[in-house]
């Protein structure tokens, strides 16, 4: 089983829905992060959180927000997905400071299209 | 955070050695160099990580000249499995600033 577990793995959707990517991690990590990636491109930090109470806006927070439910758990939201939102995105997760050798840990990734 | 510039692409032949190198001016103190490696439709995976000199492990090596600024990823013997896209990460894993991604090098091996 995955140590990184994203949910759904592909989803179609339309225009206006809101839309919730999680992320589950068997790892007993601290840190959790989203990251979202179009064709081409290298990967795009949208949220990242230290703990379960610390969450921070990446590069491309715009039109997303996270939930840390517990330190397994980090949801991506979109509250109102667009076609501009079609990407893959990757949950990832690393130790806390002082474990942290800046590895990522990366899920197998849930492929979001918009029409 | 500290700036990383890779070539776009580079092509090889399986059983050639490839060195992808990185320029990374503005390194800091605290910065390690670490690389990962992309399949498509996968999530990226951990390389290797260096902070100065030569690091070797099972799949690469990575050489780091004294003052930092840049660094090389050497993949010996290449396989076409090893056709991906190499990304190199700058940053200092205590602060958790060794998050950010850039273009990559996209290697393609040809038999």
């Known amino acids: 089983d995955a140590d990184v577990t994203q949910t759904p793995r592909n989803r179609i959707t339309k225009t206006g829905k809101r839309i919730m990517l999680e992320c589950s991690q068997t790892?007993?990590?601290?840190?959790m992060y989203w990251y979202r990636q179009d064709p081409g491109l290298g990967l795009r930090l949208i949220y990242y959180?230290?703990?379960?109470?610390?969450?921070n806006k990446g590069e491309i927070s715009d039109g997303y927000s996270v939930s840390r439910q517990a330190q397994a758990k980090f949801s991506l939201s979109l509250e109102s997905a667009i076609p501009n939102q079609t990407a893959l995105y990757f949950c990832?997760?690393?130790?806390?400071?002082?474990?942290?050798?800046?590895?990522?840990?990366f899920g197998e990734g849930s492929r979001l299209t918009v029409l | 955070l500290a700036k990383t510039t890779q070539p776009i692409s580079m092509d090889s032949y399986e059983g050639q050695e490839v060195n992808i190198t990185c320029s990374h001016n503005?390194?800091?103190?605290?910065?390690?160099i670490t690389w990962y490696q992309q399949f498509p439709s996968q999530g990226p995976r951990f390389i290797i990580q260096g902070y100065k000199t030569k690091v070797t492990n099972e799949v690469a090596s990575l050489f780091i000249p004294a003052d930092r600024k840049s660094s090389t990823l050497s993949l010996p013997r290449v396989s076409l499995s090893d056709t991906a896209v190499y990304y190199c990460?700058?940053?200092?894993?205590?602060?958790?600033?060794?998050?950010?991604f850039g273009g990559g090098t996209r290697l393609m091996v040809k038999p």
């Open positions: 990832a997760t690393s130790p806390g400071r002082g474990l942290n050798t800046g590895e990522l840990f």
């Open positions: 503005n390194i800091a103190t605290n910065d390690y």
């Open positions: 959180s230290f703990d379960v109470k610390d969450i």
């Open positions: 990460l700058v940053g200092d894993p205590n602060a958790g600033n060794m998050l950010t």
């Open positions: 790892k007993g990590h601290d840190r």
